[in-house]
C-alpha cells in the first residue's frame, strides 16, 4: 500500500447532510437559487455563492424574469474565460417547472475560438439585433466597450461571472472602470456574481460608493456543504518539507484519492525551474509509465505498490497545444462524467477556477499562494458533492524555513501567509452563529445556533446589520491579510491588543463611513465570531462549553471581556508548531519577532494597564526589553515608547511656554 504520512490539518470541519442544498423546489431552483430569485426586482444584484452552489442557473432564472417580466430586451454574460463559458449553454428549465427556457443562439456563444475583433463586431451587432442573449469573456465585453458610449447598455442585463476580476482601481482594472461608467451613463441592471469576493492584491473589488448601489444576496460555505447528499467533511492541512518537493511529494500523494496536484509557479522559491521535468519527478513517485492514450493524452502509469494502473492526466505540458486541447476536451466531457476515467490531474495554472470535476476528492498544492481567492477556488474543486465521495481534502505542501539560507524571511512570511489562508477558511467553512446580548444570569439562549454574551453590543443600525450579514468573511480576509496582524496572530502582539487596537484600525480603513460606536460593534462581530468558530464545543451533562486559550469555559457564562483576552488564530501556528522540528520553530519565531512592529499611540496606551500588572505581579520589577519573553518585550518597548512620547510633549510644552513669556 501506498504508505501516506498524514498531513497536519489545521481545519477539520463535519456537516449534517441535510440535502437542503442539493434538492429543488416546484420551479427547479435550488436553495440558494431561490434566495436569489426573492430578490429578483433589485437593479443590481451581488451574488456571494462556493463553487457548485448553482450561481449560474440563478442568474439564468433572474435573467429570464427581468426579459419577461421588468421590460428588460437585451441579457449579456460575461465570463472570465472561455471554458467557462459553458456553464451558461442552453438549459430547459421548462422541465423541471420554470415558466420559460434559457436558449443562447450558436453565434451569440462568443466564449469559442475566433479573434477578438470578430467577437467584437459580433457583440455590438447583437446588441443593435433582435436577439436577447448572449455570453463573451471579460475580455471581450472590454474591447467591444471601448467602441460604445455607457447608453448603449440601455435595456440591458449585464451579469458579470467571477467578479472578484473586478477592481475599485480603475487605474488599473479596465474592467472595473468600464463598469463604473456603465453603471452611472445607463439604466443598466447587473448581476455579479463570486464564489470569492476579495482579490487576492488586497484591493477592494467595489469603491464603498458603488457597492452601496447593489442589494447583496449570500449563501456561504456551510450552507452549501452542510446541505449536501454524500460529502460529510472536510480537512485542511499542512505538510512541511526540506530540500525539494519533488522528493516529498510521494508522503502526500494519496494513490487511492482522485487528486487534483499543482504544482508552484516557475518564478516561486519552490520551483525546480523545469516544470516538464517535475511533472516527471511526481509520475515517477507513483510508479512506471505503460503507455499514452494517442487520443485524449491520458497517461497510464502502474503503481510501485499494488501494480494497478493509475490515469494520469498532464495539464503542465503546453509543448503540443493540441494533445493538451484533447486532454481538456475528454476531462470536460467525459472525465466530468465518468468516475474511472481518469485518477490524478497534474495542472500549474490550469483546474482552478470553474474547473469542474465532481469526483476529486483531494486538492494537493504545493508552494505559498498569494491569493486568497486562488486557495477557494482550488478548494472549491473538491467540495462537490459526488456519491462515493464522504471526504475532501486540502494539503499545501510548504517548505520549512531553512537558517542556512538566505531567503528564511520570505519562506517564514509564505508559511505565516499559507497558514493564515487556512485559519480564513475555517472561518468560512464552519457553522453560523448569531450572537445577542446577555442581560441577566439565566437570560440564556434557548435558540439553535444563538448564543449570548454579556456585554456584547448588538448592530444598532442596518449598515452594521448589512456588514455582519453579508461582509464578514471578507472582513476577516482583510484583516488576516495585514501584515501586522498576521504577526500578531502569531503571537507577537497581545490578544488584546491585537483584538482592540488593530482589528478596529483596519475596520476604520475598510469602512471610513462608520462611527467609533458602529466600529466596535463590528469589531465585537468580527472578535466573538472568530474565537467562537475556532473554538472546541463538548457538551457536559445538559451544559456546553467551548475551549478558549486552552480552557474549557461554560457557554452560558461568557462574556466580551473575556473572548477579547483570547487570540482567536493562536491554536493554527500551535498546530504547525507540533509539525515543525524545534530548530525550525526557532528560526520561525525569531523572524516573527525581529520584523519590528511599530507602535501607535493607541496602541501603547492600551498595553499600559497590562504593564502596570505586569509590574505589580512581578514585585515592582519593569518588563525587560532584553527579555526571552516576547509579551515581556513588547511591554518593555511599549514603556519605552510611552517615555520618549511624554519626553517630546513636555519639551513640546516648555517651548510653547517659552514662545509664550517671550
Not at 349 to 378: C, N
Not at 621 to 627: E, L
Request: aromatic residues 8%.
Amino acid at each position: 500500500m501506498n504508505s501516506i504520512k498524514k498531513p497536519v490539518n489545521i481545519v477539520n470541519v463535519t456537516y449534517a447532510q441535510t440535502k437542503a442544498s442539493v434538492n429543488t423546489d416546484v420551479l427547479g431552483m435550488r436553495e440558494m437559487q431561490q434566495r436569489v430569485f426573492a430578490k429578483r426586482d433589485a437593479q443590481h444584484l451581488l451574488l456571494k455563492a462556493p463553487p457548485a452552489s448553482g450561481k449560474s442557473r440563478a442568474l439564468m432564472f433572474v435573467a429570464l424574469d427581468k426579459l419577461y417580466n421588468q421590460g428588460r430586451k437585451k441579457v449579456i454574460v460575461a465570463v472570465p474565460e472561455r471554458s467557462i463559458g459553458a456553464s451558461f449553454a442552453p438549459t430547459k428549465l421548462t422541465k423541471f417547472g420554470f415558466f420559460a427556457d434559457w436558449e443562447i443562439k450558436y453565434e451569440h456563444n462568443l466564449c469559442d475560438a475566433g479573434s477578438s475583433a470578430g467577437k467584437v463586431d459580433a457583440f455590438i451587432k447583437f446588441l443593435e439585433g433582435p436577439d436577447a442573449t448572449l455570453v463573451c469573456t471579460h475580455a471581450t465585453l472590454r474591447f467591444a466597450f471601448e467602441k460604445l458610449a455607457p447608453e448603449a447598455f440601455n435595456g440591458t442585463v449585464l451579469a458579470i461571472d467571477e467578479f472578484h476580476h473586478v477592481s475599485a482601481d480603475t487605474e488599473t482594472s479596465r474592467l472595473g472602470a468600464m463598469l463604473r461608467d456603465v453603471m452611472n451613463g445607463s439604466d443598466v441592471h447587473i448581476v455579479a456574481m463570486t464564489g470569492s469576493y476579495f482579490r487576492g492584491d488586497s484591493v477592494p473589488v467595489l469603491s464603498p460608493e458603488d457597492e452601496a448601489k447593489f442589494t447583496p444576496v449570500t449563501f456561504n460555505y456551510y450552507d452549501q456543504l452542510n446541505g449536501y447528499e454524500h460529502l460529510r467533511s472536510l480537512g485542511i492541512g499542512h505538510h512541511f518539507y526540506q530540500g525539494r518537493y519533488t522528493d516529498a511529494i510521494g508522503e502526500v500523494l494519496d494513490l487511492d484519492k482522485k487528486t487534483i496536484v499543482h504544482i508552484p509557479n516557475v518564478n516561486s522559491g519552490e520551483s525546480t525551474k523545469d516544470k516538464l521535468e517535475e511533472v516527471g519527478f511526481i509520475i515517477d513517485a507513483i510508479g512506471l509509465v505503460e503507455s499514452t492514450d494517442p487520443e485524449t493524452g491520458v497517461i497510464n502509469v502502474r503503481r510501485k505498490d499494488t501494480g494497478q494502473i493509475v490515469r494520469v492526466a498532464d495539464l503542465v505540458d503546453d509543448t503540443d497545444q493540441k494533445k493538451r486541447g484533447d486532454t481538456l476536451h475528454y476531462l470536460a466531457h467525459t472525465a466530468s462524467k465518468d468516475r474511472d476515467a481518469v485518477d490524478i490531474i497534474v495542472a500549474l495554472g490550469m483546474a482552478k477556477e470553474g474547473f469542474d470535476w465532481p469526483f476529486a476528492q483531494h486538492a494537493l498544492t504545493v508552494g505559498y499562494r498569494a491569493s486568497l481567492t486562488e486557495v477557494i477556488q482550488i478548494i472549491g474543486r473538491v467540495t462537490r458533492d459526488s456519491a462515493g465521495k464522504s471526504h475532501a481534502q486540502f494539503t499545501n505542501l510548504i517548505a520549512e524555513p531553512d537558517a542556512s539560507q538566505g531567503e528564511v524571511k520570505v519562506s517564514v512570511n509564505n508559511m505565516l501567509k499559507a497558514i493564515t489562508a487556512s485559519l480564513l477558511m475555517e472561518q468560512v467553512l464552519a457553522q453560523n452563529f448569531r450572537f445577542k446580548t446577555k442581560k441577566f444570569d439565566g437570560d440564556d439562549s434557548k435558540s439553535p445556533g444563538e448564543l449570548k454574551i454579556k456585554g456584547f453590543k448588538e448592530p444598532s443600525t442596518e449598515r452594521v446589520k448589512q456588514i455582519v450579514e453579508t461582509d464578514l468573511n471578507d472582513l476577516k480576509a482583510t484583516i488576516l491579510q495585514d501584515d501586522t496582524f498576521a504577526r500578531a496572530a502569531a503571537g507577537a502582539i497581545d490578544a488584546e491588543t491585537a483584538n482592540q487596537v488593530l482589528i478596529p484600525k483596519i475596520i476604520r480603513e475598510k469602512y471610513p463611513d462608520l462611527t467609533d460606536a458602529q466600529v466596535e460593534e463590528v469589531r465585537q462581530q468580527v472578535v466573538v465570531d472568530s474565537v467562537i468558530k475556532n473554538g472546541e464545543v463538548r457538551p457536559v451533562g445538559d451544559k456546553r462549553f467551548i475551549k478558549m486559550a486552552e480552557k474549557f469555559v461554560n457557554i452560558d457564562e461568557l462574556s466580551i471581556n473575556l473572548i477579547d483576552s483570547v487570540n482567536p488564530f493562536q491554536r493554527a501556528f500551535e498546530v504547525m508548531s507540533k509539525s515543525v522540528t524545534p530548530s525550525v520553530l526557532r528560526i520561525i519565531q525569531d523572524q516573527i519577532f525581529a520584523t519590528r512592529v511599530e507602535f501607535t499611540e493607541e496602541e501603547a496606551l492600551a498595553l499600559y494597564p497590562k504593564i502596570k500588572t505586569w509590574v505589580q505581579v512581578n514585585g515592582g520589577k519593569r518588563p525587560n526589553v532584553r527579555s526571552e519573553d516576547p509579551q515581556e518585550k513588547r511591554m518593555a518597548e511599549a514603556l519605552l515608547y510611552l517615555q520618549k512620547l511624554k519626553q517630546q510633549r513636555d519639551a513640546q510644552r516648555r517651548a510653547t511656554e517659552l514662545e509664550t513669556d517671550a
